[in-house]
């Protein structure tokens, strides 16, 4: 069961619930659009709740059992545990082969805010028990939006908004002692917003190793278009910017970007687009190259899937019920490279309010294509608790255990709390995402 409480217990690590209100939107960039870059809200720290707090007391490991085996849920604990500091919008990623050593990171600020310290570093090389841990990041500080990597060959990548708002990644060859910053790409004239990172880890794909980086711009040619760009060298050198939403003609942008790789090399990248802005998501765009990354097919796969359309199935906003909680419909992508029965599949999950299968509140929902993109199952209903029940589901991810292919997402769930509170749920697939548990 080793293999999987770890894979389980990584994807419970909370976000900080300490600060809805903290921060906003930096003001010396003015589209509302941007998401990534933050500043301290002249109404923060004494506006917060303080019963806004993550429940620290001792809880026994929870253990499931289905007809396939079972999982155990160790209970929550902070790797680096502090009184001083904030730790937010987490990204974590697990050893291809050793699954003792996982790498994680935060936006990380000192508390009560005054200085935002970038992305604070943490990681365990002996399956949790014990971590080293950075919030002032030790490569350096910068403007956040955190994304771990770790490569087959163990490296560790760190990728994040630069201080100058271009798009940085920092290497580690030898598990975090020594760190080596790259430069992927400028400020494009406002700012490299919401990023996301992903290497091939396929020792048989012709693009073994290679890494990818992707995001929106903001500013310069390719404003409010999802872009892409490659590294053969393990970041040090970059491909310039490949626009991934232009043919898709959004009305708006293109924003919240996942990119993800196949059992054959394949790259896939996902994002929503906005035609009608300020109101929410209005379709789902995704992007395949089979080719490293040099050439793009592009697509939208759900909701309007003509240009300038009015589908509008998103939660943009905020959660006024939540102290103010930042939400949106970002999708989050998996795919399966395990070679089992479901290989090659590909999952998307977002969450979703008005449109069917979702309610009225926020519903977790999810899609699949089992034919590399080139077509689409309906979505479901991944959240099985009333339908309607003026309830939130939110910031759902999915991830595959690559040893069997078994498809797991998670995410935020008010069901079982007054809804202004949200605990953590999971849902579990062995069928290839025909259902859930």
């Known amino acids: 069961m080793k293999k999987h409480s770890t894979l389980f217990w990584v994807l419970f690590l909370n976000l900080c619930l300490l600060g809805f209100n903290t921060f906003a939107q930096d003001g010396r960039i003015a589209d509302d659009r941007i998401w990534s870059i933050v500043n301290i809200e002249p109404v923060g720290p004494g506006q917060i709740d303080p019963n806004f707090k993550w429940d620290d007391s001792p809880k026994s490991p929870q253990h499931y059992f289905f007809e396939s085996g079972g999982i155990t849920v160790g209970p929550n604990f902070r790797p680096r545990p502090t009184t001083n500091s904030t730790q937010s919008e987490l990204s974590i990623d697990v050893h291809p082969s050793n699954h003792n050593i996982v790498f994680c990171s935060a936006n990380a600020s000192n508390w009560p805010f005054t200085t935002f310290y970038g992305t604070g570093v943490y990681w365990t090389l002996d399956g949790g028990t014990n971590w080293t841990t950075f919030d002032q990041p030790p490569f350096g500080s910068n403007s956040g939006d955190p994304a771990s990597v770790i490569g087959t060959d ?41 990023n996301h990172y992903m290497v091939d880890k396929i020792a048989s794909s012709p693009f073994l190793n290679r890494s990818y980086c992707t995001w929106t711009d903001f500013g310069g040619a390719n404003d409010g278009h999802a872009v892409v760009r490659y590294s053969t060298n393990f970041g040090v050198n970059w491909s310039s910017s490949i626009n991934l939403s232009n043919t898709l003609s959004p009305g708006s942008h293109a924003q919240g970007v996942n990119v993800q790789t196949g059992p054959g090399g394949e790259v896939y990248v996902t ?44 939660i ?58 080139t077509t689409w199952s309906a979505p479901i209903r991944i959240n099985d608790d009333l339908i309607n ?42 069928d290839g995402g025909n259902t859930f548990i």
Not at 174 to 186: C, E, L, Q
Not at 294 to 307: C, E, F, H, K, S
Not at 407 to 429: G, I, K, T
């Open 154 to 194: 163990g490296r560790f990548y760190e990728n994040y908004i630069t201080n100058s708002l271009g798009m940085g990644v920092s290497v580690s060859t030898n598990n975090g002692v020594n760190w080596t910053t790259h430069s992927v790409a400028p400020n494009p004239g406002q700012v490299a917003d919401k």
């Open 389 to 430: 029940n003026v309830k939130d589901q939110y910031y759902p991810w999915a991830t595959v255990d690559q040893s069997n292919g078994r498809v797991s997402l998670v995410w935020y769930d008010s069901r079982d709390v007054p809804n202004n509170q949200a605990e953590v749920f999971m849902a579990h697939s062995v």
């Open 271 to 314: 994002f929503a687009i906005y035609d009608n802005w300020p109101t929410g998501e209005d379709a789902i765009g995704f992007a395949k190259s089979t080719d490293g990354g040099v050439t793009w097919t592009r697509n939208r796969i759900y909701g309007a899937l003509t240009p300038n359309g009015n589908f509008n199935f998103g």
């Open 316 to 373: 943009r906003g905020f959660f006024a019920n939540k102290n103010g909680i930042r939400t949106a419909s970002f999708p989050s992508m998996a795919v399966d490279k395990s070679g089992g029965p479901n290989n090659g599949n590909i999952y998307i999950t977002w969450p979703q309010r008005g449109v069917s299968p979702a309610g009225n509140d926020p519903d977790i929902v999810l899609i699949k294509s089992t034919n590399g993109g």
